[in-house]
């Protein structure tokens, strides 16, 4: 199965602490770039063929610092696009369609931090990686409900069957900006049945804002 990796934004969210001209996926979070903790998790469920999506003039970096992936024990290829503004994640995220055929595979938000490694992938087709809610672990606000289980929230990893694509068509055309969140539940409701896969609460974090970073840096000491 092929891993994606969504490196593109601008970081917006982590100013601030992180400057305009650095790519927030090179913000040192715990002794290493935010990059590393997706490919590795990435490395440890047992994938090794990885599709880095990156926007914008900052990408380059990003880049450098991964190269083939060989030191993560992966492939790392990269798809790319040079505009940002004005697109939202479903119009990125069908830049990957051509590249991962007609499989399903592993999606992964490039700044999403597990603290210990999840599960590996099972045999579902469509599958969230969520943990129970805990309301004095984080700003739940940030988190999508697990759809059909609001004692759950999805992290920043999921397996999609090969027809999200159409799902996220459909979408864009009575939405403005489609979100991971929209496509997960659009296709929770016209009926694909999503696995969840549990992890230990307070194991993921979301890296997007100041807060977060100093919360893992300071788990990380």
């Given at each position: 199965m092929k891993a994606v990796v969504m490196?593109?934004?601008n970081?917006?969210?982590?100013?601030?602490?992180?400057?305009?001209?650095i790519n927030k996926h090179l913000c040192p979070v715990g002794n290493k770039p935010l990059i590393h903790w997706p490919l590795?998790?990435?490395?440890?469920?047992?994938?090794?063929e990885v599709f880095v999506m990156g926007n914008g003039p900052r990408?380059?970096?990003?880049?450098?610092?991964?190269?083939?992936?060989?030191?993560?024990g992966l492939r790392v290829s990269y798809v790319y696009e040079p505009i940002t503004a004005?697109?939202?994640?479903?119009?990125?995220?069908?830049?990957?369609?051509p590249h991962v055929g007609d499989e399903p595979f592993v999606l992964m938000l490039g700044d999403s931090v597990y603290l210990k490694p999840p599960p590996t992938p099972g045999t579902s087709t469509f599958q969230t990686w969520a943990m129970p809610v805990d309301e004095t672990w984080d700003n739940?606000?940030?988190?999508?409900?697990?759809?059909?289980?609001?004692?759950?929230?999805?992290?920043?990893?999921?397996?999609?069957?090969?027809?999200?694509?159409d799902c996220i068509r459909l979408l864009q055309k009575s939405m403005s900006?489609?979100?991971?969140r929209?496509?997960?539940?659009?296709?929770?409701?016209?009926?694909?049945?999503?696995?969840v896969c549990p992890i230990e609460p307070g194991s993921f974090i979301d890296c997007g804002t100041p807060e977060a970073v100093t919360k893992i840096n300071a788990l990380c000491t």
């Open positions: 490196a593109g934004g970081g917006s969210r982590l100013r601030p602490m992180l400057a305009g001209s590795e998790t990435v490395a440890d469920i047992g994938l090794s990408f380059l970096p990003v880049m450098e610092e991964i190269g083939t992936g060989k030191d993560f004005g697109q939202s994640v479903g119009e990125h995220f069908l830049d990957i369609e739940l606000d940030k988190y999508a409900v697990v759809p059909g289980q609001t004692d759950m929230i999805q992290t920043g990893l999921w397996i999609l069957p090969p027809h999200v694509f900006e489609v979100r991971i929209d496509i997960i539940r659009s296709m929770y409701d016209n009926g694909v049945p999503l696995n």
